[in-house]
């Protein structure tokens, strides 16, 4: 059997591998980490998302640089600043042993003069974006003459993302003598490109076979009507209550409102696309890997080198238009050796698509009948039924037991589950046309009780409110900045201010109705730039003068 130690790591990256529970190496591993620490040359490895890239590249570099020098002597660049954020962890956890080791991150949206200072303290390796990179070069804040190794990490995703140009530009900086290791899931022609014109008879390794989706992973299609979407979606998490699970859609906008509907309807979600402010990426990324949030509702380009750990389901809110990027998008499940399982919704007259991705992945897809209300709420009783058995005894409630058991003393045992049961589903219409109404209620009385202040809040549509305010995109506001600042004036949490809408001279947003005083309160007599802020409750059936009202007003600004 191939160890890690037979590849020929030093004692202290197997220390790293000790530690970090690594048994044996991945295929990618055992292939390209022998040649890289006895070859000085360049290399194309192909290997699918989740098979240990990082550590096949990161190994070797960590072992060949050398500490002692101070000058930037590796240099990796990676599409997102989230994967390069990942990345740069992820080999921190490597070459924890090494002595005197830096690695610094650079990347767009956060502070350039950090960065910088970092890397004036010495930086023997720089994992960086492409775009930031390319301005620090420009201002002459990094300095890449030097390297000896350059590493293009998810090279066709950087190239789906436009940075051809900007690779190109940054390898003009770099010496002739360098080693290039690029790795890419894929190899589309532009990769090909990449290879043939700035590397060196590269040594290629392919692993698995190219294009295809992991064999643990499987492909599930439900054929729905467009509008029944977010139906479909409910019923396939309702039916998975442990689902850990990114979803697909394929605009900003979508992405908010599923997400936004999610949330009302009790569940944890969050949306993930490019409208967000970096602050804003950061905690949801940090919630999903945390946990704190199930469903994780992305655009491709903001899902781009997401890498987390057991996520149990893709989705696939609506199909991609390219198939290699449905091959990116379930990447993301079956991880690890684990199994994973990719949804896709689809209408009947888009059904051929299905075809074409069999073809291309020579993989069959399973059509699946959307569950029964009734399969649902099965699903949901045995959840909570694990859940009750698995619950931890909390044993500060011994000492009132005696008074409960007493209490319950001639209650028979069946009786006792029946009250429990009724208690927890007790807003559960189990008349068949009014389960698929109710279903969301029972769904965040029951498992969201103490996790999330605001879920509890807003699952039922009725507790919102919704607010007019008399700023809009004349004031430069998008819906995402205006979230941010009234959630930052009512110093609420990312999901309380919910559905905001910015028109041109005004929008709306929501609340919970408990914090209806709180947002009243805040935006009386607030003055903004000379000018009063305006904030009302709108009136169900009361159409808004909105426009005659407000027009009048001239603000300066
Ligand atoms: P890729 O870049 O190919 O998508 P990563 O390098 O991000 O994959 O690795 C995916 C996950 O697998 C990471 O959590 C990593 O820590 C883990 N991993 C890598 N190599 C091994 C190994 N040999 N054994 C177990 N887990 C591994
Ligand atoms: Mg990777």
Redesign the pocket.
């Known amino acids: 059997m191939t160890t890690?130690k037979s590849l020929g790591l030093n004692a202290e990256l197997l220390q790293a591998?000790e530690k970090?529970?690594?048994?044996?190496?991945?295929e990618?591993?055992e292939k390209v980490i022998p040649i890289l620490l006895e070859q000085k040359t360049d290399l194309v490895a192909l290997?699918?998302?989740?098979?240990?890239?990082?550590?096949?590249f990161?190994f070797p570099m960590l072992q060949k640089i050398d500490p002692t020098v101070r000058a930037t002597q590796g240099l990796i660049l990676s599409p997102t600043r989230e994967l390069c954020m990942?990345?740069t962890n992820?080999m921190g956890i490597y070459g924890e042993a090494l002595k005197n080791v830096n690695i610094v991150a650079i990347y767009g949206g956060a502070n350039i003069t950090e960065q910088a200072n970092k890397i004036r303290r010495g930086a023997q390796i720089v994992v960086a974006t492409p775009g930031r990179l390319k301005d620090m070069i420009r201002r002459k804040l990094v300095d890449i003459s030097a390297i000896e190794y350059c590493v293009l990490?998810?090279a066709d995703e950087m190239l789906n993302m436009g940075f051809f140009e900007d690779i190109q530009s940054i390898l003009t900086h770099t010496p002739k003598g360098k080693s290039s290791w690029l790795?890419s899931?894929t190899m589309p022609p532009e990769v090909h490109t990449i290879a043939k014109k700035f590397m060196h008879k590269p040594i290629e390794i392919t692993v698995g076979t190219k294009n295809s989706g992991a064999k643990n992973i499987a492909h599930q299609y439900f054929i729905v009507p467009g509008r029944e979407r977010y139906t479909a979606l409910r019923s396939v998490v309702s039916m998975n209550p442990e689902i850990f699970a990114c979803v697909f859609c394929r605009t900003k906008i979508e992405t908010q409102k599923v997400a936004e509907k999610l949330i009302q309807d009790g569940y944890k979600a969050a949306a993930l696309h490019g409208d967000l402010s970096q602050n804003q990426r950061d905690i949801v990324m940090q919630s999903f890997r945390k946990k704190k949030i199930q469903l994780l509702i992305a655009t491709d380009v903001a899902a781009r080198g997401i890498?987390v750990?057991d996520i149990t389901h893709v989705i696939n809110y609506q199909l991609p238009d390219e198939i290699e990027t449905y091959t990116h998008r379930s990447?993301r499940t079956g991880?690890?050796?684990k199994e994973g399982t990719s949804v896709i919704f689809i209408t009947k007259s888009d059904r051929r698509k299905i075809k074409s991705i069999e073809n291309k992945l020579q993989t069959k897809l399973t059509e699946m009948e959307m569950p029964s209300p009734e399969e649902v709420f099965h699903s949901k009783i045995n959840h909570w039924v694990e859940q009750v058995k698995n619950t931890p005894i909390k044993s500060d409630l011994h000492s009132y037991l005696p008074k409960v058991i007493e209490a319950f003393e001639t209650t028979p045992k069946e009786t006792l589950i029946e009250l429990f049961l009724s208690k927890e589903f007790r807003n559960f219409d189990l008349h068949p046309k009014a389960m698929e109404f109710s279903r969301d209620r029972a769904e965040g009385d029951s498992n969201l009780r103490s996790e999330r202040r605001s879920d509890k809040k807003i699952n039922a549509p009725a507790d919102k409110d919704r607010f007019f305010i008399n700023i809009g995109a004349r004031d430069q506001y998008e819906w995402t900045t205006l979230k941010d600042f009234i959630r930052s004036l009512l110093n609420l949490g990312q999901d309380d201010v919910f559905q905001v809408e910015v028109m041109k001279n005004f929008s709306f947003f929501s609340t919970h109705k408990d914090n209806r005083d709180l947002v009243l309160k805040a935006f009386d007599n607030l003055i903004i730039d000379d000018r009063k802020v305006n904030v009302e409750l709108t009136k169900k059936g009361k159409t808004f003068p909105l426009q005659s009202k407000h027009k009048k007003k001239k603000f300066k600004r």
């Open positions: 890690f591998v970090l529970g690594f048994e044996t190496p991945s990618v591993q290997a699918q998302t989740g098979t240990g890239k990082t550590a096949a990161g990942q990345i992820e990490d998810e790795f899931a890498d750990d990447g991880r690890a050796g």
